[in-house]
Antibody
Framework: QLQLRESGPGLVKPSETLSLICDVS??????????WGWVRQAPGKGPEWIGT???????YIRPSLTSRGTVSLDTSKNQLSLTLTSVTAADTARYYC????????????????WGKGTSVTVSS | EIVLTQSPATLSLSPGERATVSCRAS??????LAWYQQRPGQAPRLLIY???NRATDIPARFSGSGSGTDFTLTISSLEPEDFAVYYC?????????FGQGTRLEIK
């Protein structure tokens, strides 16, 4: 059974860089059937997608985060990573690693596997 | 960009009652709609995809219907563990946002 496990620093200072890792077990990230991504949820808010990586060729970063966010896939380690630079308090959230369905190599659809998430607080 | 609007924002019901949550798309999306449940302190989990197909291990009391622009998630008889927040999400040519959510609370 596919499992996703996020890890990260927990606490990051404003203006610094946040780096998160998602370890994928029970399946390979090198697939053209799914995309891998990050979703975050600020306290009391709904979830929002941050970035996705599709092995078949697409990388998307949320438009409001394109200047700060990077998503990458390491097939040798079976890991997904997220880097977010110049963080502010607005980046305080729980960050989830997800797997989502890709249809016809072009359409992004439901997220069927979620990690438990890792909490990130931006504070000095 | 297609926008999803959920209603109501909050639904107050008692265990055993029937719950109906609506999700409306600003343009037709066929049947490409998914529903998620998020219990307090947990990650969202997929409930329904393609508007009416239950995901793995989802109880039969959950059902989805609709096509085009109007979709409904129905819980036939509420169990205590069903009081949670529900989100809808559509299929798109890039990652899409979730609906704003419907909180199902105990009356």
């Amino acid at each position: 059974q596919l499992q996703l496990r996020e890890s990260g620093p927990g606490l990051v200072k404003p203006s610094e860089t946040l780096s998160l890792i998602c370890d994928v077990s029970g399946g390979s990230v090198a697939t053209n059937d799914y995309y891998w991504g990050w979703v975050r949820q600020a306290p009391g808010k709904g979830p929002e997608w941050i970035g996705t990586f599709f092995f078949g060729g697409h990388i998307y970063i949320r438009p409001s985060l394109t200047s700060r966010g990077t998503v990458s896939l390491d097939t040798s380690k079976n890991q997904l990573s997220l880097t977010l630079t110049s963080v502010t308090a607005a980046d305080t959230a729980r960050y989830y690693c997800v797997r989502g369905l890709v249809m016809d190599y072009s359409y992004y659809y439901y997220m069927d596997v979620w990690g438990k998430g890792t909490s990130v607080t931006v504070s000095s | 960009e297609i926008v999803l609007t959920q209603s109501p924002a909050t639904l107050s019901l008692s265990p055993g009652e029937r719950a109906t949550v609506s999700c409306r798309a600003s343009q037709s999306i066929g049947s490409f709609l998914a529903w998620y449940q998020q219990r307090p302190g947990q990650a969202p989990r997929l409930l329904i995809y393609d508007a009416s197909n239950r995901a793995t291990d989802i109880p039969a009391r959950f059902s989805g219907s609709g096509s085009g622009t109007d979709f409904t998630l129905t819980i036939s008889s509420l169990e205590p563990e069903d009081f949670a927040v529900y989100y809808c999400q559509l299929r798109s040519n890039r990652p899409s946002d979730f609906g704003q959510g419907t909180r199902l609370e105990i009356k």
